[in-house]
């Protein structure tokens, strides 16, 4: 029994100290552990705003009587919307023209009015992205889309040109997504109806949008 004593002795001192040891690995494991790499998207897509501007004509401006000389002017457009994936995009826009005409433009006003006018035109969009091209990076950043919509078309002097009209338009388009991730800029030629004044346009207009 005394032989005993120094091993269960030594037992009970040594158990502690083994029972700490294997904790301690375990709990520095756990620290040593790496964060959740944080990743971001090469092309952010969701809710965007978008701006477009440039020159805009229409071919024969809208009249009962009287010259209908081709009309230069500018137009410009603010867009909200949401892209559906990476092709499609819906939205709601709000555009503003200016075309000049000339003193002999009386459009409806039987001779009262005259020259220049103004179109104020609030509507809905679609944009369908129909081909895209990677980069070295294989990340699509450049598309070929087709952008469409319709809007309600009000004009002024309204003794120019008392009535409202439906505007419809469509065309091609560029696009190119930025390494700025939220941007994108584009290009793009539309032409322009006037439904039931039976006028034609078209506009160029080069695009920058950001992806919220």
Request: aromatic share 12%; proline share 7%; net charge neutral.
């Amino acid at each position: 029994m005394q032989k005993l004593a120094p091993l269960a002795l030594s037992a009970a001192l040594l158990l502690p100290a083994m029972a700490g040891a294997q904790d301690t690995p375990s709990a520095g494991s756990n620290a040593m552990k790496d964060r959740p790499a944080v990743t971001f998207n090469e092309v952010e897509r969701g809710v965007y705003f978008g701006v477009y501007g440039g020159p805009s004509w229409i071919t024969n401006p809208p009249a009962d009587s009287g010259p209908r000389p081709f009309s230069s002017g500018q137009m410009a457009q603010v867009e909200l919307g949401v892209d559906l994936g990476e092709r499609l995009s819906l939205g709601v826009f709000f555009m503003g023209s200016a075309n000049r005409a000339g003193a002999e433009y009386v459009g409806y006003s039987q001779g009262a009015a005259s020259g220049d006018f103004t179109m104020l035109v609030p509507g809905a969009v679609a944009r369908a992205r129909l081909v895209g091209f990677a980069d070295s990076q294989e990340v699509k950043r450049t598309w070929i889309y087709a952008r469409a919509g319709v809007g309600y078309a009000m004009f002024s002097p309204k003794k120019l040109l008392p009535d409202s009209d439906i505007l419809v338009f469509a065309g091609p388009g560029v696009e190119y997504y930025t390494r700025l991730r939220h941007f994108s800029v584009g290009l793009e030629v539309v032409g322009n109806y006037l439904a039931s004044k039976g006028a034609f346009g078209f506009a160029v207009a080069p695009n920058i949008r950001y992806a919220f």
